[in-house]
């Protein structure tokens, strides 16, 4: 959940104490990986899923603070826009029964949130990019009135000196255009997962979710479309990327795959966001420097598709997570939990291979592979760590759906918990049908009808069955 702040506008005095305690919290951390002061339990995972609110028409409808209220948990909060919402997952010990555990408590969230939005004429829709979603959806009017939200939109056209965003995405259509806010976010909605890590594991980690991140976003897409135009099968990736462009230099872009892998220590990342991004948020906190208050705030503000983060448990001992936010919202619960079960499973196996696969793959290949895989999907072709350009769908079946298998055993995951949930991985990849085909598939059939779409969409969403299964109906 992102830190609430107080405030839109700033001072230089702010900027100069913001950075000053954020150098002093990014020290404190440093001395915290040695001397051992992060917890070095066993792993525990967690999620944030953004879902849309829908009309009855099957146009956002904007009506958050409506559903937050009648909802009142504290896990499901507001995200950029009136018409998101966001979920939250309480951690849950990675072993035994863990991933329905984790489908369970999503699915009655969000069928006592769909209880409240009925009541509002609205229901929740799971889908990277909401089809029906227009330019004039994305404007500030509908920005959701939190504080945090206002000063990082100023901020950034401040860094951009009033020059507006330029949205250019090539794919099977093309869209130019220019943008004057940053609610082109709002569009963009995840399934983001979170895996608490040892600090002495926590490099080769992060490596390896970079590794996988084509793969993962090639098995899971389910963003096709944007105004009606056919873009990449994960158009989310190139547009939130522009989305919150601050035009400057590459290396100070907020929305990245990262520019090389960690070489000794995850702390690598925290000492680049001191050194190479400005502060965006420079909100100053009362807090003391052991809640590393302001580091986090700026941590929150530069969005790699891997992200370290650092959190606080209930007794405020420290530890340290990787967020994995290439994927995707939707299509189902049980997509979205097949996709963490494969994604855990291989930063278990991969962290701990003999040979680290940072090391069989070049980072400047990874990163080729992911975009390829956004742009292309299951039809992509990507170097892999045998040296060999691959089709993604041979490496997911014969790599690494096995090293799944093997990791998840590895945190003695149920035998049948892994079988069901990689289960659905191999079915969709035996049928090629990930959400953004199925949406590609449904439009050949009964022509370019977002509204159409986003209904049968939503009727297969309700159904449960994962999207491997479903029609054309």
């Known amino acids: 959940m992102g830190q609430a702040i107080a405030a839109t506008q700033f001072t ?149 000196h009033g020059r507006p965003l330029q949205l250019l995405i090539e794919g099977r259509d093309r869209l130019d255009l220019e943008w004057r806010d940053v609610m082109l976010e709002a569009a963009a909605t995840s399934f983001q997962l979170h895996l608490k890590v040892k600090p002495s594991e926590a490099a080769r980690v992060y490596n390896a979710a970079k590794v996988v991140s084509g793969p993962l976003v090639a098995i899971s897409a389910n963003s096709p479309y944007l105004f009606g135009r056919d873009l990449w099968d994960e158009t989310r990736i190139p547009l939130f990327e522009q989305a919150v462009s601050v035009g400057g230099p590459i290396l100070q872009e907020r929305a990245n795959f990262g520019f090389r892998y960690a070489e000794r220590s995850i702390l690598e990342t925290f000492r680049a966001n001191l050194d190479r991004y400005p502060v965006l948020l420079p909100q100053l906190m009362d807090a003391p420097p052991e809640r590393l208050a302001h580091l986090c705030l700026h941590n929150g503000t530069i969005w790699r598709w891997n992200r370290p983060l650092i959190g606080f448990d209930a007794c405020d001992r420290p530890h340290l997570r990787i967020e994995h936010r290439v994927m995707p919202a939707g299509p189902t619960v049980a997509d979205a939990i097949a996709n963490a079960a494969l994604y855990f499973g291989l930063m278990r196996n991969l962290a701990r291979d003999a040979t ?69 991985i191999a079915e969709r990849l035996k049928t090629g049908q990930t959400g953004a085909r199925w949406q590609r598939a449904w439009v050949a059939r009964h022509q370019p009808d977002m509204a159409g779409l986003t209904a049968a969409y939503l009727a297969h969403q309700e159904s449960g069955q994962p999207v491997h299964r479903w029609t054309l109906d």
């Open 12 to 160: 230089q005095h702010d900027f100069a104490v913001f950075s000053k305690r954020l150098r002093q919290e990014t020290r404190l951390l440093e001395r915290w990986f040695a001397d051992g002061t992060l917890e070095d339990g066993e792993p525990t995972v967690g999620y944030e899923l953004e879902t849309c609110l829908v009309a009855p028409d099957m146009l956002p409808a904007p009506q958050v603070d409506a559903l937050l209220e009648r909802a009142a948990d504290p896990l499901v909060v507001p995200e950029l826009a009136t018409f998101n919402v966001e979920f939250n997952g309480t951690a849950t010990r990675l072993q035994g029964n863990a991933l329905s555990r984790l489908a369970g408590e999503l699915t009655a969230t969000l069928e006592r949130c769909d209880r409240a939005a009925s009541d509002l004429r609205a229901r929740l829709t799971m889908v990277g990019i909401l089809p029906t979603v227009r330019p004039e959806h994305l404007a500030l009017d509908f920005m959701t009135p939190r504080e945090r939200y206002r000063a990082l939109n100023a901020q950034i056209f401040e860094l951009r």
């Open 356 to 424: 680290p696969p940072e090391s069989r793959l070049l980072f400047l290949h990874a990163q080729k592979g992911f975009y390829a895989c956004a742009r292309e999907g299951l039809a992509a072709r990507i170097p892999w760590l045998d040296g060999q350009t691959l089709p993604v769908t041979r490496i997911i079946q014969d790599d690494l759906l096995p090293r799944a298998r093997q990791g998840l055993a590895d945190l003695r995951i149920d035998p049948a918990e892994i079988d069901h949930w990689l289960g659905i």
